[in-house]
């Protein structure tokens, strides 16, 4: 038998090798393990069984069929992958401090986070195909009302989106879900409508579901997100990648913004065309 992937790299390699020959429920467990691997960390047992719609005694069968010594052990790939890619705000300034100097210049701040937008932008270039920008654009700009999903550090593209949306004539609404409401503020799209959903790792649950309730309801859905295992590409007609970059841990949203503005001002265009 092969090593037991001790990273949730050689876990995903895996799990993409093996998918195929997988029984049935052990299948539809790895999807849900690829779509929602910050579930997979954090949740129950009994929780991640429910979302996945399997019984709480696969989530072991999976983790001993892939060589695990039980659920606990491969979960805590899950958790090592967060803590890796996603260490908490302290421990960030930590980080930098100890590249910079404890005393760390403000101009060498700068200087990091200019690059860093610098960097998504360029990578933004390669990984947007003008034929799938301009797909995007076009089922935005037939739809009757736009809704825009994004929580938390995305938020504020969304937000601009629907101030960029609102002066140029093009009605949007912001899926703000303050009181856990955003499944209501959703309820009134049709096929008629458009979803644009924008999430990166790791991603946000509500902007997942959500994104899948609008798809399950034939809305088109537009989403910009950072790989080909975001749980959006499952819900997407179309997706664009942006991979924003990181000057110690935090990353730009320069990329992210540069693609909202040229999709909004694409779209009141294509509709000033007829």
């Not at 096929?191 to 959500?210: G, H, K």
Request: aromatic share 8%; charged share 25%; glycine share 6%.
């Amino acid at each position: 038998m092969d090593a037991v992937p001790e990273d949730y790299e050689g876990l995903k390699v895996l799990l993409l090798s093996r998918r195929e020959a997988l029984p049935k429920r052990l299948k539809q467990l790895a999807a849900f393990a690829l779509e929602h691997p910050e579930e997979m960390a954090f949740g129950t047992v009994a929780g991640i069984a429910e979302h996945a719609g399997v019984q709480p005694s696969t989530l072991i069968r999976f983790a001993k069929s892939l060589g695990y010594d039980g659920f606990s052990h491969l979960q805590q790939i899950f958790r090592d992958r967060l803590r890796e890619r996603f260490p908490d705000y302290r421990e960030r300034l930590r980080g930098l401090r100890e590249a910079e100097g404890h005393h760390f210049q403000a101009a060498s701040l700068l200087d990091g986070f200019t690059e860093a937008a610098a960097i998504s932008l360029d990578r933004m270039r390669s990984s947007v195909s003008p034929e799938e920008l301009s797909r995007a654009i076009e089922t935005l700009a037939k739809a009757d009302t736009i809704y825009l999903l994004g929580a938390r550090r995305v938020f504020p593209v969304s937000a601009y989106c629907a101030y960029a949306f609102g002066k140029l004539g093009v009605r949007a609404i912001l899926i703000d879900h303050i009181a856990q409401l955003g499944p209501e503020q959703l309820a009134t799209a049709t096929e008629r409508d458009a979803v644009l959903a924008i999430s990166f790792t790791p991603y946000a649950p509500v902007t997942a579901d959500l994104a899948a309730t609008a798809a399950r309801r034939n809305i088109p859905v537009v989403a910009i997100t950072d790989s080909a295992f975001s749980p959006l590409v499952s819900s997407a007609d179309i997706w664009l990648e942006v991979a924003e970059a990181d000057f110690g841990a935090f990353r730009s949203l320069s990329a992210s913004f540069a693609l909202a503005m040229a999709l909004a001002v694409g779209t009141a265009e294509k509709r000033a065309e007829g």
